[in-house]
């Protein structure tokens, strides 16, 4: 079988030999991973693709994506500080997948929890629900998801195409940082019709913002409409954020990228990764 080579640049005109000279005499990170998903080999160039845009939003400026073989990409970076190394491989290992979710209200949470006690697996949810690891227990009249798992709705109000702008900003109210983001119209109207009746509710409800299957924040909705736009908060540095908000704009990857350990998949783990010195002027 012949074996397929994907190569992606983001360097200028003549970059094949702009990128080979720059590796040979800086060299630079590699870093190799699988895709953990069914047909993986048809998703191998739409995963280059996202990678590709990242690391233009990102501004490397040396750097290439190409295919090791059918299930596997390999990322080299030409030499760069720390931290821009580190902002590599966060670009990398995270698919990027957001979604918001209404979190069920407290009749419901308290139905579906009263002969759980907690400290063990979550019962079934209810038609209609997920179930979700809680990101912080709540107190107080939120007292009903002071527990390890939460129920949201099973279809989510909103997904990563109905963002259309995602920028890292300074929280103004801490040292942390947060991700602003911007709605479609589609999403707009779906948002404020999920917000109009969460408003509603006593207390008043709240919408699970989640990235790849890990709930980020649970906010409350504080009025009836959102205007189009929201923050994301994360307890982020600026960095952190920053990258967030690329991998927002880039769109999300179509396979996790990590390695399998005793047939085990191991998401966001590289199958190898190694610091390349460099070989000649």
Known sequence: MRRLW??????????????????????????????LCPESARHQSSCADVLRRRFEMAEFKYVQVSASGPDRLLLRLVEEKPERIELFRELARRVGRVEFFRVADKAT?????????????????????LVLPNDKPMSGEYGYLS????????????????????????????????????????????????????Y????????????DGVILSKPTIQSEKLGGQASISGRWGRQEA???????????LPCTLGTLEKGNPMPGRPVAERMVPPSGK
Do not use: N
């Not at 990258?243 to 769109?251: P, W």
């Open 200 to 211: 509603r509710q006593t207390p008043r409800g709240l919408i699970a913002v989640v990235i």
């Open 109 to 129: 949470h308290e139905a579906w929890s009263k002969d759980w006690s907690g400290g063990s697996a979550p019962p079934e949810p209810p038609v209609g629900f």
């Open 242 to 252: 920053e990258a967030f908000a690329i991998v927002i704009r880039s769109g999300y």
């Open 6 to 35: 994907l190569c992606v640049l983001i360097v200028s005109a003549g970059c094949r030999q702009s990128f080979d000279e720059m590796w040979k005499k800086r060299g630079g990170i590699e870093i190799e991973y699988r895709l």
């Open 147 to 198: 527990r390890e798992y939460l129920l949201v709705g099973r279809e989510p109000v909103l997904v990563s195409s109905d963002i259309r702008m995602a920028v890292a900003e300074d929280s103004k109210f801490d040292q942390r940082w947060v991700v602003s983001v911007k709605f479609t119209d589609d999403g707009e109207r779906r948002i404020d019709s999920a917000t109009q009746e969460l």
